[in-house]
């Protein structure tokens, strides 16, 4: 099975930015979706970006402006940027990878926290 890894995480102060990591452990592959999900304590997890093979992207109403999704077929990574963090950003991010007939994966998540 795929094995997705999240890395950028950490603590930054309101108005910072911070850069979000998935890399696959397959070498090349071809995905329908790859997307961000973020979940807080208390909260259900919600989808924050997405990407489809097709070339559609898409975002939380609460991130459009300061979140971009991105993607290195070469690196077989898929980014997060996320500038001018908000407190209300804080949350555990996932990546989350679907090709079809594969099957779906879930990476364990980095921890995001905005702070003063």
């Known amino acids: 099975q795929v094995q997705l890894v999240e890395s950028g995480g950490g603590l930054v102060q309101p108005g910072g930015s911070l850069r979000l990591s998935c890399a696959a452990s397959?070498?090349?592959?071809?995905?329908?979706?790859m997307g961000w999900y973020r979940q807080a304590p208390g909260k259900q997890r919600e989808l924050v970006a997405a990407?489809?093979?097709?070339?559609?992207?898409n975002y939380a109403d609460s991130v459009k402006g300061r979140f971009t999704i991105s993607g290195d077929n070469a690196k077989n990574t898929v980014y997060l940027q996320m500038n001018s963090l908000k407190p209300e950003d804080t949350a555990v991010y996932y990546c989350?990878?679907?090709?079809?007939?594969?099957?779906?994966?879930w990476g364990q998540g980095t921890q995001v926290t905005v702070s003063s």
């Open positions: 990407i489809t093979s097709g070339g559609g992207i």
């Open positions: 989350h990878g679907d090709w079809g007939e594969d099957g779906n994966y």
């Open positions: 397959a070498s090349f592959f071809e995905f329908q979706a």
